[in-house]
């Protein structure tokens, strides 16, 4: 069974920094893109940022420079450090593995960028 299980989501000050982490079970966690997406109210789930199995990141143009995406293999571990938060960050933040065809989603953790 396989399960993303997010963590470190919560309220934040404008300019302040929240760490999540995404804790993957059940796949062959080297072999995967890891990825986190956001939604906010009434928009599309949109790519924040993505990190190959071999290291090679992108990013969203909004946060370049803010965020940086890595990943820890032996604990099987995704984290996205959050910098220089801004109101507009604010969004439930979701877990993507991927290795098509396969893919997986977490449940989401909630990010509130207010003061």
């Known amino acids: 069974q396989v399960q993303l299980v997010e963590s470190g989501g919560g309220l934040v000050q404008p300019g302040g920094s929240l760490r999540l982490s995404c804790a993957a079970s059940?796949?062959?966690?080297?072999?995967?893109?890891m990825a986190w997406y956001r939604q906010a109210p009434g928009k599309q789930r949109e790519l924040v940022a993505a990190?190959?199995?071999?290291?090679?990141?992108n990013y969203a143009d909004s946060v370049k420079g803010r965020f940086t995406i890595s990943r820890d293999t032996p604990k099987n571990t995704v984290y996205l450090q959050m910098n220089s938060l801004k109101p507009e960050d604010t969004a439930t933040y979701y877990c993507?593995?991927?290795?098509?065809?396969?893919?997986?989603w977490g449940q989401g953790t909630q990010v509130t960028v207010s003061s």
């Open positions: 059940g796949i062959i966690f080297s072999i995967y893109t």
């Open positions: 990190i190959t199995s071999g290291g090679t990141t």
């Open positions: 993507n593995a991927a290795n098509r065809p396969r893919q997986y």
